[in-house]
C-alpha cells in the first residue's frame, strides 16, 4: 500500500480537462496498488496482469497523480453530457458534478472513501502508464454512494435514520426537499447483497475498444469471490475480494442501453422522478436547440412504454413489480421527469 501519501487540497475542485493527465509514471501506478492484509494470498502480486499488456488493479485515490488521471478521464467524458453539446444535463450541471463531485479532490476525498477503485492501465514506456478506464465499487454491499444531492457514503440499513427526509428545501419549511423527487420505498430502495457503482468510465481515446467489456469481465473473473470458489479458481492477487451477487447502478437515462449493451439488466418499477412545483421548477431540457416537455423526455427513453409492450423483466427477485403502474402513472405526469434508472449486473 501507498505510504506518505501527499494530500490534495480544496484548490483541486477543480474542472480537470487535461488529456495528460491520464499518463501517470508506472512507479506511481505501483504504489497506488492497494494490498490487503487479510489476503488468502498474501505473497502474490498487488494487481493483475491480462492480455495485450493490460493491468487491472485496486488503487489509492488519496495518490494525487491517480485522482488526476481518473478525474480526467471522467470530466472530459461527462463533457459529452451538456445539452449544449447534444447531451441531456444543464452546463451548470455538469460543472457542479465536475467540481464537486469527480474533481481530482472529489475523486481523492468523496466517494473514494467508501469504494474500491479499480483501474485498468497499459504501459506506454519504461517509464509511463495510461490509465484507460475505470469503476468505483463500494466496498461494503450495503453502501450507497449518493442519495439525492445531499447525502453521501450512506448505509442502506442506516438511511431511514440518517437522512432527515422533513427538511426544507430553503427559507420556507413547508417546501420540504424530498417533496421534489419520488423514488422507490426506503427498505427496497437498494438491492441486497449487491455492490453500488459509479464514475464508469473509458478514456474518450479508446471508445469503441472493447474495454469496459474488458474491465468487468476481468473484475468478475480476478476479484468476485463466488464466481472465483465456484470455478475453483486461484487468487491472483494480494487484493480486495468483492463478495457480493453483482453490481448495482443508479444511472441517468441515457446510460441505460449503453449499460444494457454490457450485461446490464433494468431492475423493473425502480426508477425515480423528478417532481415540479411552483416553487421548484425544473430546468428545461433542449434537443437540437429545441425545448422539450417532461413528456416527451419521458417517452424517448421508453417509458411507459417499456412496460406495456408484453416484455418480460429478467428474472431477479429484486424487481419492485408492484411500482411499475406508480412508475408509469409518473411517466404520463407532464410535471415528473425521469431522474434514473436502475440496473444490475450479475457475477454468476
Known amino acids: 500500500m501507498h505510504t506518505a501519501l501527499p494530500t490534495l487540497s480544496p484548490g483541486d475542485r477543480s474542472i480537470n480537462l487535461s488529456p495528460r493527465d491520464r499518463f501517470v509514471s508506472t512507479q506511481v501506478l505501483g504504489d497506488a496498488y492497494l494490498r490487503y492484509e487479510g489476503s488468502r494470498n498474501p505473497s502474490a502480486i498487488n494487481y493483475v496482469r491480462l492480455d495485450d499488456g493490460l ?67 497499459r504501459r506506454v514506456d519504461a517509464v509511463t502508464s495510461e490509465l484507460l478506464a475505470t469503476i468505483l465499487v463500494g466496498r461494503r454491499k450495503g453502501t450507497i454512494f ?112 449503453r449499460m444494457e449493451k454490457l450485461g446490464f439488466y433494468l431492475r423493473w418499477g425502480a426508477e425515480s422522478f423528478f417532481i415540479e412545483h411552483d416553487w421548484a421548477p425544473l430546468p428545461p431540457t433542449f434537443d437540437r436547440g429545441q425545448k422539450r416537455c417532461n413528456l416527451d423526455y419521458n417517452r424517448s427513453f421508453g417509458l411507459p412504454r417499456r412496460y406495456e409492450d408484453g416484455r418480460t423483466p429478467h428474472g431477479s427477485t429484486e424487481h419492485l413489480l408492484d411500482r411499475v403502474d406508480e412508475v408509469i402513472r409518473l411517466s404520463q405526469d407532464p410535471r415528473a421527469k425521469l431522474q434514473y434508472f436502475q440496473t444490475m449486473f450479475d457475477f454468476r
Not at 478525474?71 to 463533457?79: A, D, G, I, V
Not at 481523492?108 to 467508501?114: F, R, V
Not at 453521501?152 to 423527487?181: C, K, M, T, Y
Not at 494480494?238 to 451477487?245: A, D, F, T, V, W
Open 146 to 257: 449518493f442519495f439525492t444531492g445531499r447525502y453521501n457514503n450512506l448505509r442502506h440499513s442506516q438511511i431511514a435514520a440518517e437522512v432527515d427526509f422533513d427538511q426544507p428545501a430553503g427559507d420556507d419549511p413547508a417546501q420540504r426537499w424530498f417533496d421534489q423527487f419520488a423514488f422507490p420505498d426506503l427498505a427496497r430502495f437498494k438491492p441486497t447483497a449487491y455492490h453500488h457503482i459509479a464514475n464508469f468510465v473509458v478514456a474518450k481515446e479508446h471508445r469503441g475498444e472493447g474495454l469496459a467489456e474488458r474491465l468487468l469481465a476481468a473484475i468478475v473473473e480476478k476479484y468476485a469471490k463466488d464466481d472465483i470458489e465456484a470455478r475453483g479458481a486461484s487468487i491472483e492477487h494480494s487484493q480486495y475480494l468483492l463478495c457480493g451477487r453483482g453490481f448495482w447502478q443508479i444511472g441517468d437515462p441515457p446510460w441505460l442501453s
Open 55 to 121: 493491468e487491472l488493479g485496486i488503487v489509492s485515490s488519496a495518490v494525487p497523480e491517480i485522482a488526476r488521471g481518473i478525474s480526467s478521464m471522467l470530466s472530459r467524458s461527462l463533457e459529452d453530457a451538456k445539452n449544449d453539446r447534444g447531451g441531456h444535463l444543464p452546463a451548470a450541471v455538469v460543472e457542479r458534478v465536475q467540481t464537486e463531485i469527480i474533481s481530482p479532490y472529489g475523486v481523492a476525498n468523496l466517494w473514494g472513501t467508501t469504494g474500491h477503485r479499480f483501474v485498468l492501465s
